[in-house]
Every structure is written in C-alpha cells, then in structure tokens.
C-alpha cells in the first residue's frame, strides 16, 4: 500500500473516532445539564422553596446566587451540546418530518426555558415582577421541560425508527 494511501487511512480512522468520542461527549454533556437544570428546578420548588418561605431575604438570595451559576452553566452546556447534537443529525434525518416536528419545536420551547431560568436567577430591575411570581414562572419552566424530554425522547426512539422495507414481490414461476 502507498504511504499516501495509509496516511489518508490513519487520518480517516482518526477523525471517525473523534466524532465518536465528540458524539459521546456532547451527549454526556446534552442530559448531564438536562438533569442539573430540570432537577435543579424541581428541587427548588418542591424542596428548597417551601423551607424558604419564612427565612430571611438573606437567605433566599444567598440560595439564588449559588443556584445562579448552576443555571447558567447547564444553559452553555445545552446550547453548546445541543446545537453540536443538531448540525451532526441534520443530514441524517432528511425529509424526516416527526423528528424535525419534535427537535424543532423542541428548541423554540428550550429557548423559553432558559429564558425564564435566565430570569429567575437575575438581578435587573425590569424582570423583578417575574421574581415575584417565582413559584408559578418555575412551574412553567419544569412543565415546559418534562415536555421538551418527552419530545426528545420520541425524536429519539419512534422518529429514528428505520422505516419498514417495502413489500416486495416474489415472481411465482409458473407450475409445470
Ligand atoms: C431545556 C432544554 C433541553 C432539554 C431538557 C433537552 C433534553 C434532551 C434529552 C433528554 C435528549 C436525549 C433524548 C435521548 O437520547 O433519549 C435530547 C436530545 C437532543 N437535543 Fe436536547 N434538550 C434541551 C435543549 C436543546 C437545545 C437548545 C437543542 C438544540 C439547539 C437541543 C438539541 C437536541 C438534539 C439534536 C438531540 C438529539 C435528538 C436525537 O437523538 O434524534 N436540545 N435533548
């Protein structure tokens, strides 16, 4: 085999395990922040906020500064593992219209997430009425994102499915 030859093959095998491992490492990184905001979020609302209700503003913003940088950290690890996860599975889902229906709207219902997360965890004045009524705008959060894992896990499970070959038919030779 020619050196240029082997070369191309040690450079094919290097980069189809690179997209694997990359593959492997966005996904971690996809459910691991997943768990840490949705789980996070339900924590604080069915745990963690009723404890609260009574203590100290102190308190409660101390909870919240900490709770911040959890948030914004599984926002980044979203976004970055999501929009790697979609730019890899676009060519294989085309024309595939429940995945695109799913992971589509999906993303639209995502970016409403972080934007209510984004706001809780905030400081400026204008989106204080929203921090006010926390406990209703992290029901919404946790209802939008028990749905956007139910629609993810269709697109991955009933959308990949592989189609049914079509029904072929035998020719019959005729008897003799
Ligand atoms: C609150 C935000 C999000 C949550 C809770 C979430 C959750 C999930 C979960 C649980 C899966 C894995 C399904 C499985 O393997 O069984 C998944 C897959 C995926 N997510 Fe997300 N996701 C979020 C945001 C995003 C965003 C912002 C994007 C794109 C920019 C995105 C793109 C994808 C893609 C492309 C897949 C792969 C679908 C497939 O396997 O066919 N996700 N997501």
Same mark, same amino acid.
């Given at each position: ?23 492997? &490492? ?21 745990? &963690? ?37 979609? &730019? ?49 705008? +992290? +029901? ?16 991955? &499970? ?9 029904? +072929?038919? +035998? ?6």
């Amino acid at each position: 085999m020619k050196f240029s030859d082997q070369l191309f093959e040690l450079f094919e095998s290097f980069s189809m395990d690179l997209d694997l491992i990359l593959g492997i &490492v966005s996904r971690w990184l996809h459910i691991g922040s997943a768990i840490v905001l949705l789980g996070g979020s339900i924590c604080l609302k069915f745990v &963690v906020g009723p404890v609260l209700k009574d203590q100290s503003q102190e308190l409660k913003e101390a909870v919240r500064g900490r709770w911040k940088r959890f948030v914004h950290a599984a926002i980044g690890g979203l976004l970055l593992s999501g929009i790697y996860n979609y &730019v890899k599975a676009l060519p294989l889902h085309k024309g595939d219209g429940l995945w695109h229906a799913m992971v589509d709207a999906k993303i639209i219902l995502a970016a409403g997430v972080f934007i209510i997360a984004f706001v809780l965890v905030g400081r400026s004045k204008g989106t204080q009425k929203f921090r006010d009524n926390a406990a209703k705008w +992290t +029901t919404i959060a946790i209802l939008l994102g028990l749905l956007i894992v139910a629609m993810s896990g269709i697109a991955k &499970v009933a959308a990949s499915r592989p189609k049914a070959e079509p029904a +072929t038919l +035998t020719p019959v030779s005729p008897a003799p």
